[in-house]
T-cell receptor, first 112, second 114 residues
Framework: EAQVTQNPRYLITVTGKKLTVTCSQN?????MSWYRQDPGLGLRQIYY???????DKGDVPEGYKVSRKEKRNFPLILESPSPNQTSLYFC???????????FGQGTRLTVV | AQSVTQPDIHITVSEGASLELRCNYS??????LFWYVQSPGQGLQLLLK??????LVQGIKGFEAEFKRSQSSFNLRKPSVHWSDAAEYFC????????????FGQGTELSVKP
C-alpha cells in the first residue's frame, strides 16, 4: 500500500530535550516536506526536499533541522524543543513540484 | 505573495442539503489547485485536484470543484451532504517553483445537522 509513515504519532517531551520524528514514503517520490498545523493558521511548511541531499527552508524553519540521506526517509529534528513548537506535524511526499501531496497520519507533539 | 483564503471558518449544514465551500487564491501563474479533507485525529486526504483542462473537476465522495480564473476561485461543492462529511476542509495551491510546497488556506470546519 502506498503510504507515508510517521513515527511517533504522539510525543510529550520537555523543553530542551532533542527529539526526532521519522518519516518514510514508499512511493519513490522525489519531493518531501514537513508541515506544522496550528489552529486558525492552516498548514505551514517547515522544510522541504527536492531529492537526496537537497533540502531547503520553508516558511517556518526556525528551531528545526532535516536531512535527506535516502530518497524514502526525511526525518525532522528538534535539537532544543521549546513550548512554542507544540503542534501537529505532518510529513508529505509529492511526485512533482506543485503537485498533490500525500500526507502521513501526523505527529502530535507537546513540549512542556 | 501567494496566498489562499477560505472566508468561512465554520459552516453548518443540514444533512441532505447542498454544500459550497469557498476558496480564493492569489498566484502569479496558472496554479495547481487542491482540496483536502481532514477528519478528527486523521491526516489529510486529497478530495480532488486541478492542473489544467476542464475547469469542473470531480473528486472522491461525491465532491466537485470549479476553477474560475476570472474570480481566482476554486470552490468546493457537494449536492447532498452526509453526516460523515463533517470534517475540516482545506484548499491548497501548488507552488510550481518552490520545491513541492503547497500553500494552504486556514481551513473550513463543516458541521452537519441531522
Amino acid at each position: 500500500e502506498a503510504q507515508v509513515t510517521q513515527n511517533p504519532r504522539y510525543l510529550i517531551t520537555v523543553t530542551g530535550k532533542k527529539l526526532t520524528v521519522t518519516c518514510s514514503q514508499n512511493m519513490n517520490h522525489e519531493y518531501m516536506s514537513w508541515y506544522r498545523q496550528d489552529p486558525g493558521l492552516g498548514l505551514r511548511q517547515i522544510y522541504y526536499s527536492m531529492n537526496v541531499e537537497v533540502t531547503d527552508k520553508g516558511d517556518v524553519p526556525e528551531g528545526y533541522k532535516v536531512s535527506r540521506k535516502e530518497k524514502r526517509n526525511f526525518p525532522l529534528i528538534l535539537e532544543s524543543p521549546s513550548p512554542n513548537q507544540t503542534s501537529l506535524y505532518f510529513c508529505a511526499s509529492s511526485p512533482r513540484q506543485g503537485g498533490e501531496a500525500f500526507f502521513g497520519q501526523g505527529t502530535r507533539l507537546t513540549v512542556v | 505573495a501567494q496566498s489562499v483564503t477560505q472566508p468561512d471558518i465554520h459552516i453548518t449544514v443540514s444533512e441532505g442539503a447542498s454544500l459550497e465551500l469557498r476558496c480564493n487564491y492569489s498566484y502569479g501563474a496558472t496554479p495547481y489547485l487542491f482540496w483536502y479533507v481532514q477528519s478528527p485525529g486523521q491526516g489529510l486526504q486529497l478530495l480532488l485536484k486541478y492542473f489544467s483542462g476542464d475547469t469542473l473537476v470531480q473528486g472522491i465522495k461525491g465532491f466537485e470543484a470549479e476553477f474560475k480564473r476570472s474570480q481566482s476561485s476554486f470552490n468546493l461543492r457537494k449536492p447532498s451532504v452526509h453526516w460523515s462529511d463533517a470534517a475540516e476542509y482545506f484548499c491548497a495551491v501548488g507552488a510550481q517553483n518552490q520545491g513541492g510546497k503547497l500553500i494552504f488556506g486556514q481551513g473550513t470546519e463543516l458541521s452537519v445537522k441531522p
